[in-house]
């Protein structure tokens, strides 16, 4: 029994180049109308997010705007995994800019109308945060369908830059027409490059990868329980996670107050000055990320993709206290732009190594958790840190936030589970450049086995992974 737009099934490498001749064009025409109405959905991101600091200056707020931009997508993340392994991705991740473009359409003819309350905006990042949450696993596992194993690597660099690019863009184009114009043309761009984005995407024929099942096709209820069991008992998955939601927390989510720290400790007292102050932070970390993005884009980073996850995230803490510690404004986005050239050497092979050794038709519920991870870590993380920051100064949070992310990724690294997790990543890491994602898998797998005493749902997972493959 097959399911048309599902993943390949467990045990079957991802294609190598040959197979995929037109994959350069595929990948052009995805990657470009992903970043027409990433450019789109970056605008409304950063002109929100000043508007509130600007009219409230509040971290409470701040922290709203976290919530309600982050929570929906954790929650939706737990069935879009799902979907993304059982229907054509190509689809999904249309339905989800759709569905994005018309929420803001609607918000800007209501504030057009003269309605305009605050309750309003955050309904709308709800919704748009709904949207991320079932767009993102579609995303991350739609990249392998199209891109040989082999050049994943590479491909997610270019994406990075490309992403990075946007990133630098987008911060100064939402300076000029936040302060030439209004919040509402803002949202009218959003609209347009979304359709724009859409269009593109419609044009991408891949036929789609076929789930093949030894019996009758499980249950929605089943693949979410199998998925859970997968990601409990892969011994480099779990560990990932935690690591991931650990930077989010601790690094993530304070620097989402650097805009506070401007606002607060190098504000002119001008509102337009102001604004192009949190515009230049902006630009300062997407030149960062531009150039880290490029850098792994040439270079294919190093065959050990777990030391460079490790070290990126030990780069995170010190930049944290250094943004912390900074005496000027301009000390403080060259902090920044370090941070955002250390964010490429995190999220890249944090993405491939997870598209390498993830079996295909695992990786929408995978990614999904992933996606869990991150919309639930930032919200969490900000409603300490967000009110916190209303009663000591955002420095000190800064600070306390990188000493702490030095001691949790050492105890990550140094405890029995982490080295286990590690050693099999290092194997993994080793096979996926000669043999592909059914070899690395397997080494996974093999590092899974040490714990099966201490888990026993990873010999349940293993015992589905054997009966299914």
Same mark, same amino acid.
């Given at each position: ?226 998925? #859970?069991?997968? !990601? *409990? ?6 560990? @990932?996670?935690? +690591?991931?939601? /650990? &930077?989010? =927390? ?122 869990? #991870?991150?919309? !639930? *870590? ?6 300490? @840190?967000?009110? +916190?920051?209303? /009663? &000591?100064? =955002? ?75």
């Amino acid at each position: 029994m097959t399911d048309d737009g599902a993943a390949a099934g467990p045990g079957v490498a991802q294609a190598d180049e040959a197979d995929r001749p037109h994959w350069r064009r595929h990948i052009v025409l995805f990657l470009g109308g992903q970043t027409v109405t990433l450019f789109g959905s970056m605008l409304v991101q950063y002109a929100v997010m000043w508007h509130i600091v600007l009219e409230t200056g509040s971290g409470g707020m701040m922290a709203l705007v976290a919530v309600f931009g982050f929570l929906p997508q954790a929650i939706v993340s737990v069935f879009a995994g799902v979907w993304a392994d059982r229907h054509n991705r190509k689809y999904l991740i249309m339905g989800a800019d759709g569905a994005i473009a018309v929420s803001t359409l609607v918000l800007a003819v209501v504030l057009m109308a003269g309605y305009y309350e605050l309750w309003l905006i955050f309904l709308t990042l709800a919704i748009r945060s709904v949207g991320a949450g079932i767009q993102t696993p579609a995303v991350s596992a739609f990249i392998p369908q199209i891109v040989p194993t082999d050049k994943l690597m590479r491909v997610n660099g270019v994406n990075g830059a490309i992403q990075s690019g946007m990133m630098l863009l987008a911060p100064a184009a939402a300076g000029a027409l936040y302060v030439a114009a209004s919040l509402v043309a803002i949202f009218w761009v959003d609209v347009i490059t979304a359709a724009i984005g859409i269009a593109i995407l419609a044009t991408i024929s891949v036929p789609p990868l076929v789930r093949t099942f030894s019996g009758e096709r499980p249950s929605y209820m089943a693949d979410l329980r199998e998925g #859970v069991r997968y !990601v *409990a008992g892969h011994a480099f998955v779990r560990w @990932f996670l935690v +690591l991931f939601a /650990i &930077v989010f =927390v601790l690094t993530v989510a304070p620097s989402y107050l650097t805009p506070l720290m401007i606002e607060r400790s190098f504000s002119t007292g001008v509102a337009d000055t102001d604004a192009w102050l949190l515009t230049l932070l902006e630009i300062s970390f997407s030149i960062g990320m531009v150039v880290g993005g490029l850098v792994i884009a040439v270079w294919g980073g190093m065959k050990n993709r777990i030391t460079m996850i490790i070290v990126s995230s030990l780069a995170f803490g010190a930049i944290s206290i250094g943004l912390g510690l900074s005496p000027n404004v301009w000390v403080f986005y060259g902090f920044m732009l370090i941070c955002g050239l250390a964010v490429p050497f995190f999220s890249t092979p944090s993405m491939t190594i997870l598209q390498e050794t993830v079996e295909p038709d695992r990786q929408g519920r995978v990614f999904g958790f992933v996606g869990i #991870v991150m919309a !639930v *870590a930032m919200p969490v993380g900000m409603l300490v @840190f967000g009110p +916190l920051a209303d /009663i &000591v100064p =955002v420095e000190w949070v800064l600070i306390a936030a990188g000493i702490l992310t030095f001691i949790v990724v050492a105890l990550a690294v140094w405890l029995p589970s982490g080295r286990r997790a590690v050693a099999a990543a290092h194997a993994a890491s080793a096979r996926s450049d000669s043999t592909g994602a059914e070899a690395s898998a397997a080494a996974f797998a093999a590092g899974d086995s040490t714990e099966a005493e201490e888990q026993p749902s990873a010999a349940e997972a293993d015992e589905e992974r054997t009966r299914r493959g």
